[in-house]
């Protein structure tokens, strides 16, 4: 009488069986695969399909800065900048921490700044505007604080005017739209800017004046002035394109 079949010779009978399947699948020599004869692929033709420009990106915000508005945000860098000499040697201002960070400063506002025939859509130019705000201010804030006579809370906008215009803004958001759609591709990335301006960053801040470090204080009055540029922008652009509805809703 054989034996019975143990656990261990059960699991190695299956194992052999499982190996004389894969060695019989093998032996299938006679039997054309993808490996034999893979499909050729036109690997000239393939740069010639990224010939073809960028599509321009989709003017969300169907209205655009008038040139005016565009060289008003422009000027506002350049004046915020115009207390600071150039170039700011060593000998105006010795300590190299403060002057590397003004000059850094300022250098990323004049970045910023788009140029006069760059195309950019409405909610790009405004990110781009009040980037170099953010910086320019920061500059002259440093540098307001590193001078005697300076003050940085002279060359930042009131906290608390900038903070009651952003919430009276808000408030009245969102404005009349050609859709609902249209409305919240309009007014969201306005709302957005004001919601963080007083969630991050002027909720529970002071004056830049009671910052003791000169690049924090500069840093403070940057802050301001990116959501001051943040109101403006956001006023502006939402009260042209109310105006450009024939058929609002509200």
Do not use: K
């Amino acid at each position: 009488m054989p034996r019975g079949l143990t656990r261990r010779g059960a699991l190695a009978a299956a194992g052999a069986a499982a190996l004389g399947s894969l060695a019989g699948c093998s032996g299938r020599g006679s039997e054309r695969r993808f490996w034999d004869d893979p499909t050729s692929l036109d690997v000239d033709a393939v740069p010639r399909e990224f010939d073809d420009s960028v599509p321009a990106q989709p003017r969300i915000v169907p209205v655009g800065f008038e040139p005016e508005v565009a060289a008003a945000f422009a000027d506002r860098v350049d004046r915020l900048l115009s207390p600071i000499p150039d170039p700011l040697t060593a000998e105006r201002l010795p300590h190299g921490g403060f002057r590397g960070r003004i000059e850094a400063e300022r250098a990323a506002a004049r970045e910023a700044l788009p140029g006069p025939d760059e195309p950019l859509v409405p909610l790009e130019a405004v990110e781009r505007y009040s980037t170099a705000r953010d910086h320019a201010a920061s500059a002259v804030g440093t540098w307001a604080g590193v001078t005697v006579e300076g003050d940085p809370g002279a060359v930042a906008p009131d906290v608390g005017a900038v903070r009651q215009r952003a919430s009276e803004t808000l408030d009245a958001l969102p404005g009349p739209a050609a859709d609902p759609l249209a409305g919240a591709a309009v007014y969201g990335p306005i709302e957005r800017w004001y919601d963080e301006a007083l969630r991050r960053t002027l909720v529970g801040s002071g004056s830049p004046a009671d910052e003791a470090n000169p690049i924090r204080a500069g840093e403070a009055v940057g802050d301001v002035e990116r959501v001051q540029s943040y109101v403006e922008a956001g006023r502006y652009l939402g009260d042209r394109y109310a105006a450009s509805l024939a058929d609002p809703q509200p």
